[in-house]
């Protein structure tokens, strides 16, 4: 880095006080809140654990930088809101950065470069990001403690292409190339379990049933007393995959089922009743619950349908009523292989997975996991996984807040504003390293509860 220092400069006054600027105001960075990652990374380990399942093929006598300081370096910079990794080389020389990595913040050499960084997501093999995903699920079950019943929602969202990158695939309802990443997440937690990158269509049955089959395989290795349960879309609903779960034995489901004119009719006389019973009530609208067995042309044997009925008013465009208004009755299917209540199962079971999107929007917005830039199907998925590293450091944070307090529940674009961009000015010592926070910053309380809920303890 430049020791060149600019010359100070004066701004107009502020109530006849001379406004003076200079550069001399020590080493500092505004990333105050690398702290609370890097105590993050302490307590989860989810950088060494990518470190360790990623092979470093590499000349040991040339390495100037290890495979955790890179990974943690690039995972640092997602979170902090550096997606790209041209922004790496103005953050090689931060000084929190490299004490988040492991360095001394002033006396140390340099972090990885941005063409060091992208050598790192374009080299590793098919094999290494498959290790990579591994050691993701790794991470969840490692991090999680298990009950008797876990559920697991699926969901896939469209990132668009920019480029000929591979695996890209035209999708007529975005009007645009591109993927439909498949996300994993644990119901109770919202911890991420997998993340896969995949064309822009809707999954066949075979790749859905592939996908649950290696997921759930995996955390029965690791949770042998634990019942899993999905909790899909109708994307997800495929025939394959409901076979293979119910042949499983320790697995559940509940998906969504697209409606037909052969459940239309077997829940006719419900829908009458609904209607006679929604025109006697002053209701706006009125719902009910009931389940059946139904056989689809393509399934081998009969499953439970759960159908939710809602009956309200809604505009007559026809202009066939006198008001304007009309009775319409709104019917949802999902088929599952859970016992209980219709309406249990659809109200709180089923409905539920809207947190799902939540959850996907942290991944996909607010970590910027729809940044595909590399032109490898490879390179793209390791970058998947970098995020959902990012995704967990940032989940650290967030689970550390108490729970009483305003940002327990934050979005982590809030927590980035609150917590992580703070400035600071860093002193290195002969014999300790001292960082300064402003005196002005408002979550000064709150960050000092995080960092030392994040620490080891001394005893």
Request: net charge neutral; charged share 25%; hydrophobic share 40%.
């Amino acid at each position: 880095m430049t020791e060149d220092t600019p010359l100070p400069f004066d701004l107009p006054a502020v109530h006849r006080k001379k406004l003076t600027v200079d550069f001399n105001g020590g080493t500092q960075s505004s990333n105050g809140g690398l702290l609370l990652l890097r105590e993050a990374e302490r307590k989860l380990g989810v950088c060494q654990r990518l470190a360790a399942g990623m092979p470093d093929r590499r000349d040991p006598d040339r390495i100037q930088h290890s495979m955790r300081e890179m990974l943690m370096e690039r995972v640092s910079a997602i979170a902090c809101g550096y997606e790209d990794a041209n922004d790496l080389d103005r953050l090689r020389h931060d000084p929190l950065m490299k004490l988040a990595v492991g360095r001394c913040p002033e006396t140390s050499e340099p972090l990885a470069s941005q063409p060091t960084i992208s050598r790192l997501e374009n080299s590793p093999s098919k094999t290494d990001a498959a290790r990579a995903a591994l050691a993701m699920v790794d991470q969840f079950c490692a991090t999680v403690t298990p009950g008797k019943v876990e559920r697991f929602d699926i969901d896939d969202t469209f990132v668009a292409a920019h480029g000929g990158q591979q695996l890209a695939f035209w999708n007529a309802h975005h009007d645009e190339r591109g993927f439909a990443t498949m996300h994993i997440y644990h119901v109770g937690t919202g911890a991420p379990v997998a993340m896969i990158l995949r064309p822009a269509r809707t999954p066949k049955g075979t790749e859905v049933r592939t996908v649950i089959k290696h997921v759930t395989k995996l955390l029965q290795e690791r949770w042998p007393n634990t019942r899993i349960v999905w909790r899909g879309d109708s994307h997800y609903g495929r025939v394959e995959a409901m076979e293979w779960i119910e042949g499983n034995g320790d697995s559940d489901y509940i998906f969504g089922l697209p409606g037909n004119p052969v459940l239309d009719e077997q829940v006719a006389e419900v829908a009458d009743n609904l209607c006679i019973h929604h025109a006697k009530s002053c209701q706006e609208k009125v719902r009910t619950h009931t389940s059946f067995r139904y056989q689809a042309s393509s399934w081998t044997h009969p499953r439970r349908v759960v159908a939710r009925l809602e009956c309200s008013l809604q505009p007559d465009i026809g202009g066939t009523t006198t008001n304007g208004m009309r009775q319409a009755v709104d019917i949802r299917y999902v088929v599952t292989s859970l016992k209980g209540s219709a309406e249990h199962l659809y109200a709180d079971v089923y409905c539920q997975r809207g947190q799902m999107e939540n959850l996907i929007k942290l991944h996909k917005a607010q970590m910027a996991s729809d940044r595909m830039s590399c032109h490898s199907a490879t390179a793209n998925q390791v970058r998947l996984i970098l995020h959902t590293a990012a995704f967990w450091l940032m989940l650290a944070v967030r689970d550390a807040i108490p729970a009483t307090h305003p940002l327990a529940k934050a979005e982590f674009k809030t927590l980035r504003e609150h917590l992580i961009k703070v400035g600071a000015r860093v002193i290195e010592h002969i014999a300790r390293i001292r960082i300064q926070l402003p005196t002005s910053f408002p979550e000064c309380a709150l960050f000092r509860t995080i960092a030392l809920g994040l620490a080891p303890s001394s005893g």
